[in-house]
């Protein structure tokens, strides 16, 4: 397996808990950091250049409702829009409950140029993707939704690019979901996390919880042709959280649960590249791993360090928060 590096010690000043991110046009990591670690800390969205050198660069807009946002998956529109999803909920506060948003952020050379918000009252949105004039949002949780299994639910919700001020209900009623799962770990009640697509076209979603990996293919018309499980190892891979893909048709898991992650090939072989145990991170380890990124021919991974449990191999939040580097193997 391999070893990580350190791509970065990240500014203790705004960062205390990084996760989505995404590479802007100008070959920057763009992190965002929802700094669930410290709520009195401003969630906002992080620049790497190609040097390294880590600057803020703008506070994610807050719900005037709440008087917070809290950054988690990013992606860039084909005009170069942001669009960022915030979720409130994940840090637990009532109040802050069905507050998520997806929110559509325009830049200038001034800064925030416009804010749209494309949906609102969002319980647990996650990651995001884009394909064609679509973006498609993994919903982790979906309390409201009572199965016969007594199982947690979670969802794909489908927006258009251009769409603003959608309520979302957190029920089947939502016009928008687009595909739905049921969690079976007893053990671990959270649903569909990562979230990505090949070079075909494919959708590939991550159910956290089971460690597993779903293909969905697509008809002519953008409706759902094939929902399949495409890839499950539980000796390899017990978590799904975040997903980035290479130039070879690999998928690249973070395994969060258990410090590592995880290769899947084109046929859906799984096969665990790194791991670390219980860790700071300083040197490179991975340290909660939240999200891999495809970033100047190396995959760049997120440290979410935040979240304990009997599970999981993290025990601690330590500061600074830190981005790992692995290789990328064909």
């Not at 791509?7 to 205390?16: K, S, V, W, Y």
């Not at 992190?31 to 790497?48: G, R, T, V």
């Not at 325009?106 to 949906?119: H, L, P």
């Not at 647990?124 to 199982?151: C, D």
């Amino acid at each position: 397996m391999q070893t990580p590096k350190l791509l970065a010690l990240l500014p203790q000043e705004f960062i205390c808990t990084p996760d989505g991110m995404e590479v802007d046009r100008d070959g920057n990591l763009i992190l965002a950091c929802p700094n669930f670690a410290d709520m009195s800390m401003p969630s906002c969205i992080a620049k790497i250049d190609t040097d390294g050198i880590v600057t803020k660069w703008f506070d994610v807009p807050l719900l005037e409702k709440t008087m917070e946002a809290r950054a988690m998956g990013l992606a860039f529109g084909p005009d170069w829009d942001l669009y960022i999803v915030d979720n409130q909920g994940w840090s637990g506060e009532e109040r802050l409950k069905f507050q998520g948003r997806i929110l559509r952020v325009r830049m200038n050379g001034n800064g925030i140029e416009k804010v749209t918000v494309v949906a609102e009252g969002m319980e647990h949105p996650n990651g995001i993707r884009i394909k064609g004039e679509y973006l498609y949002v993994t919903q982790s949780t979906m309390e409201k939704v009572k199965t016969e299994s007594g199982k947690l639910m979670s969802c794909v919700y489908r927006f258009h690019l251009d769409d603003e001020a959608i309520h979302i209900t957190n029920t089947l009623e939502d016009p928008n979901i687009f595909a739905t799962w049921i969690t079976h770990n007893p053990d671990d009640q959270y649903g569909v996390d990562g979230i990505v697509f090949d070079h075909e076209g494919n959708l590939y979603v991550g159910n956290f919880g089971d460690g597993e990996i779903f293909k969905l293919t697509f008809k002519e018309d953008g409706s759902i042709k094939e929902n399949a499980l495409f890839a499950k190892d539980p000796e390899n891979l017990r978590s799904t959280d975040g997903m980035t893909i290479d130039e070879f048709g690999n998928i690249y898991v973070a395994d969060f649960v258990v410090n590592a992650i995880a290769k899947i090939d084109r046929e859906g072989r799984v096969k665990r590249i790194a791991q670390s145990p219980d860790t700071n991170g300083f040197n490179g380890e991975l340290d909660q791993p939240g999200e891999p990124c495809v970033w100047n021919g190396k995959i760049a991974v997120s440290c979410f360090d935040c979240v304990v449990g009997s599970d999981k191999v993290n025990t601690a939040h330590e500061l600074p928060a830190t981005m790992s580097l692995l290789a990328i193997e064909p």
